[in-house]
């Protein structure tokens, strides 16, 4: 079975970023990260980035974006500047309270993400959504997260941050069995009852079942390290993430 590799989401050291991207990129490959999910550029272009990643042996394993970049005017350039990076996955890192209260608006929203699914797959993209804690609150005997699921197409990305559906309330592996066939990536934050700033292995997430369930399904290409709780300085709390999953063979 081929190893999915890792990536950092770059929002979990973004005041690093801001103050010295290169050298954040430099410091997150020496500590063996496989790739980078964006959240923001920090006004680089598309070429510079690449290069960037390039010269680092990064790549990309996608991109965190606001509903609007992949609507109307925006979604061509948001396809362009991916392409060059080298992203696949331009998701939608969150969207408005609305589509997330009732059945309807989050079936609506499924179907919005469906309808940006077909105009990304002539360019070998999917798009998808990251949630937070209110997707898995009950509504009329459903969730938003599976309502999202069931409106959308089997190639719509439901990027599972497992700490946040946690902390909302969820019963982790289940879900992550549930909808395994569309965590084309996931992303990897620690949840503990009792330590608000628990890295990756050192809380109560299941992660050998989660990790089973991932590659059974065989569908996995990235996980994705986020995390927003800091014991140490960001650029230390994500280095012991990584060396945490290295430690449990991933």
């Known amino acids: 079975m081929a190893r999915i590799p890792i990536a950092l989401q770059l929002y979990s050291v973004r005041k690093d970023c801001e103050r010295d991207l290169p050298g954040t990129l430099k410091a997150v490959a020496e500590m ?9 550029y920090y006004d680089r272009t598309a070429a510079e980035l690449r290069e960037m990643l390039d010269d680092l042996g990064l790549k990309a394993a996608g991109s965190h974006l606001g509903l609007q970049h992949l609507q109307g005017d925006e979604l061509e350039r948001t396809i362009e500047f991916n392409k ?3 992203s696949k996955f331009p998701i939608i890192a969150s969207v408005a309270h609305e589509y997330l209260e009732t059945k309807e608006e989050a079936a609506k929203f499924g179907r919005i993400l469906d309808e940006i699914a077909g105009k990304l797959r002539p360019h070998g993209m999917q798009t998808g959504y990251h949630n937070h804690t209110v997707e898995f609150k009950s509504i009329d005997g459903t969730t938003a997260w599976d309502e999202i699921a069931a409106n959308s197409g089997s190639d719509v990305v439901m990027q599972l941050d497992l700490g946040n559906a946690m902390a909302g ?10 909808w395994a066939a569309r965590g084309f990536t996931v992303h990897l934050k620690e949840h503990s009852k009792t330590k608000d700033d628990a890295l990756v292995g050192e809380g109560d997430v299941p992660w050998q079942e989660i990790f089973s369930t991932c590659e059974a399904a065989g569908n996995t290409e990235w996980y994705i390290v ?8 960001p650029l230390e709390c994500v280095e012991r993430c990584v060396k945490n999953l290295r430690g449990m063979g991933k």
Do not use: R
């Not at 986020?226 to 300085?233: D, K, L, R, T, V």
């Open 84 to 86: 060059t990076i080298g």
């Open 32 to 40: 063996g990260y496989d790739g980078v999910e964006f959240a923001g």
């Open 226 to 233: 986020e995390q927003e709780s800091y014991a140490y300085p």
């Open 169 to 178: 309330g969820a019963v982790i592996a289940p879900v992550m069995k549930k």
